[in-house]
């Protein structure tokens, strides 16, 4: 039986780890060729071997547009095409400490650092993919955004206003590209509480680990966090022919964070 994605060509970002890597493993397993990009090259290489040969690793530094004209042209050059493109690659400023990241104290410098991948990363993937998929007239990109996108984050401004910039911009490519009368469709994904990597600068280490991850967890109506993998299951279904006629369309996976506080339990008289 074919799968949902056979026969097409799929561009992962931040695919070393997290996310990206379970979009990756997913997208493969419904039969797609995927090139896995990353900027660590020591993870992304494993993770293409490890996934087998329908999965190539290529590096790509998302902030570079010469990084991005050297990808799809290498991309176009070895398979014709470009059916899907998940801009997945971010990062939350944390990743080096804990640097102040609220309205008032962040600094100019992190402020663009966190906009140069969010959402420089997404303009340039979108702008060079959508040259790619007129060669067909078709495709789907996928824009990794946040819940982060959709509410204020007070102590992380940076991120919170990429992924929300993130929202906007997919649905301005979604209308350009239906005003080109070509089918690119682009929609924005908006995980939230989903446990990755890009979580341990939050969590830490030793005892306060537990309770800060138990205290996530009781904020989430779920209450558990998300996996990599139910965020692939939404990625696999944008990209597929089954989800022809949605484009600017924003899907949230969270748990129920964003449905509205949850309804008192019924206490019997």
Known sequence: MAGRLQNKVALVTGAARGIGAAVARAFVAEGAFVLVSDINVAAGEALAQAIGPMARFSPLDVRSEADWVRVVDAVLERHGRLDVLVNNAGITGFE???????????????????????????????????????????????????????????????????????RNHTKTVALYCASQGVAIRCNSVHPGAVLTPMWEPLLGQGPERAARMASYVAGTPMRRFGRPEEVAAVCVMLASDEAAYMTGSELTIDGGILAGAEAEPKVDD
């Open 96 to 166: 080096r400490g804990q640097a102040a990241h609220d309205p008032e104290n962040a600094s100019l410098d992190d402020w663009r650092a966190v906009h140069a991948t969010n959402l420089d990363g997404v303009f340039l993937g979108c702008k060079h993919a959508i040259r790619a998929m007129r060669r067909t007239g078709a495709g789907s990109i996928v824009n990794m955004s946040s819940r982060s996108g959709m509410v204020g984050i007070p102590g992380a401004a940076a991120y919170a206003s990429s992924k929300a910039a993130v």
